[in-house]
């Protein structure tokens, strides 16, 4: 603690240097900036009098400083509209002008000429590190994960004054930003001093005169002036400062533009699943990426579609009877799908039948019926409210749409479904495999706010909000005959996104089929009825005219899924993914970049570490350069890569091609973001290979050209067996005598 | 090899604006020197 005191104590001293030397610069340095400032303050009063005297048309007792230039401050800039319109046209006159675009060339091929000679003369020495190194670092050694005696010195340099500095840098950084006070004096003295606090009292100046006067010339003025304000930071700063900060606006500019991009990427599909409306069937051969697609298309769905379409549900049933305690209902809704009061759409559909029933009938009840009433409402749905309508006592119970007479409790029920699906802390799934989601429900005790930020860059914050898809159940799509009858689980999807991947090896269809058998009572595709299950389960998940489902599935050939399945849904085939392209601009020179320092990386890396088992000082630095430019490149790739996919999109019902090359893209963030695995079924041979005790390398390869005939009875082949057969007569026999000679 | 053609390519069109940018700006600068 002690030690901490003395350090803090250190921070401290050190903090007021170092405002005190920036004051030193402001007096010093910078006192040219105190004069512009006066004249700031002096415009921002003038233009304040000159907005306020407009409104009572006594603009004329001010004149507004900020469209007069101070002659102490030198321009070359235009100040009135006739210089500004002379300078465009001398600008273009040079612009358009073919001997001054060759003087520019020239200058161009100077440079060219300049940077090609360093690298010509960079090639010798060059060469020469190679020589070196190969000579250095071409002696062998095993030492393994020994350093080197280079590394022990560099690292002893490193421990020594880095390592420190950097420690020491850290923790004064977090110092400091518990002590902000510190960072805002220092903030606004360095403001100050490179003028910042000019400019924005000047802007704020010509945007109060600007606002009534509409004064271009005025702005010209105030441009001249900015601009030369804008010098004392330009001068103040080295050029390699200038190049950082360019370098981070630039990079700034296209993160921008590259998010941009995958939000109208995002768009797309969105656009894409709203015109396909039902049964989405996706078609494309191995590693077409198909359930990449149909996971994509799950993901935006949910959190672009059905979500989104709920909240306007319900948000438009509230306006419909605007004096109703929604906010009471919601809480409800809420308090009761933790008690596990109301757990599906169902039991609003039952909660609402007896609720209207009690309303409607509460003058014909006597006093111990009403008791009766309030007990169950109270025991079974967790509902304690003094009348039957949630403590509502206004008249109004009936609202005309126009079109129909709704009526509260309509109302409230489908309030109560769309509002119940936009507040689920768990995804709207059910998958054969797992998908995840990574949306927040930010619930402060009063409405909750769904949110899913597909694009959002902090991947730990994305990975924090895991949440796994439901497992399917497929006897809950079963009319016939199920597997477990009994189970509670068979009823419990009513709305939300079916995923089947492999549909068509689920289903079969009516080639395949002929061949299921099945035990007693067992369901098949022939007994289990899923086929009417599938036509007309949009109704349980309709609200509001909505349907709240969306039914996806792939498989690699559309004919190998029975048609009664195929009838009803849109097929959309995989025709082609082209390669890898990005929303993000210029990436071509991060991927040179990448791409050269890799060549050079790999190549010296591999070297080294096929020669030397221990760590070398050159190893040590290729990775610290490396490393830097490896991951940047794979996260901008990552984030920013999307792979064009065109599509051919088929009724399902009378094959009539609806599109015959739709483009949609598949977007990395969205598609790949850890949502899914493409070996999710590989938990089969897992357990089958579990116990096994050889390997490939254990099986024994052939001995020459031609095979001999133990090598070919070894494969265990049908051809090899119907041959052997044709050729000696009695193979059993042979082989028996083979086997034994093999022990 | 495509990928290498594509991107020496797309550097060559950076490279061309960015020498298109070059001119607009320096044109700029020796009019505002030459215009008064």
Redesign the interface.
Known sequence: MRYLRTRNKIFHILTILLIIVSLCFSVFRFSAVFGRIIEAVKDFATSIAYYFLFMFEKEYLVTASIGIFPENLGTILPLTLEEFEQLMNVWWAIFSDWTFAEIYLGKVGDVIYQVSQALTMLLLPTIALVFLVIIIYGANDTKHDVDSKSLIFWRRIYRCTIRPAKFYARKYFRFLKRKKWYVRALALVWLYNLSGVTIAIETVAWYFYFAVSFDLQATLVWIAKVLADFTVPLFFFPPLVWFIIGYKVFDYVRIKIGVAGIKRGIEKVVKFLKEYLGAKFLNGKQRSKKTSLMTQLKTISESKILRPQAKQGWLNRTKQFPNFPWIVYARYIIESRKKHVLYNWTRFHTLFLFLKWAGLNEYRHTEEQRRWIRRHLRRHWNYAFDNYCFGYKEKQRVFDDGLELVTLYDALENYGKQFFLYSSPKPIDASNYPIRSDFELIDEGNLPEFKNNLVELDNYASHRRTQWSHRINFDMFRLGEQFNPESAENNAFEYGIKCVMERDKERKNQLTRRQTVSGENEPTQNNDLEEVDTKIRTHIATCDNYTYQEDLSDAQRAGSLGVDNTDLMTKIYIRSSKKIRFYVPFFAIDEAIYLLASVIFDTIYLYLRKKKGSNTALERFLWLIYTPIYRHYTRYKNIFSYYPLELKIEDGADNEILAADKKLPLISLVAYRGRFRTDALGAFYYRKIKSATLGLDDIPTYKDKSMTMEEMNAQNSYMVKDFTRAFGGNWKDKNKKLEKKAK | MSR?F??IV??FG?IVLA?FI???I???N???????
């Open positions: 290498v594509r991107l797309q550097l950076y020498i070059g001119y607009v320096w044109s700029f020796i009019a505002l020197e030459n215009y008064l």
